[in-house]
């Protein structure tokens, strides 16, 4: 019976050895490949990343808009006029 298995064996485990073998050969590929994905970035990537820079660009801008607004209401609101907040704006 031992002898059956010993026999056996070589032949079992003859899919293993092939298939370590490939994994061995190839595993530089993949990691070259890893490598050069966590470098690069790809254009929908780069479409994304530029899209939700203008949306926050955006909001800047939308909030300050909302507080010049703001601002010049109450400043109407006490009579006032309203003095911008940047350069060249009336004073």
Known sequence: ?????????PL??????AKTAVDIVTLPVKAV???????????SE??????????K???REGKEARKREKAAREAAERGE???G???GEPQ
């Not at 490949?33 to 254009?43: E, H, L």
């Not at 780069?46 to 949306?55: T, W």
């Open 12 to 17: 079992a485990l003859g899919g293993c050895i």
């Open 85 to 87: 907040e940047y350069p």
């Open 57 to 59: 660009q955006e909001e």
């Open 33 to 43: 490949g890893a490598g050069v994905d966590a470098v690069t970035t790809s254009q």
């Open 1 to 9: 019976m031992r002898f059956l298995v010993l026999l056996a064996l």
């Open 46 to 55: 780069a479409d994304e990343k530029r899209g939700r820079e203008m949306r």
């Open 81 to 83: 006029p309203y003095a």
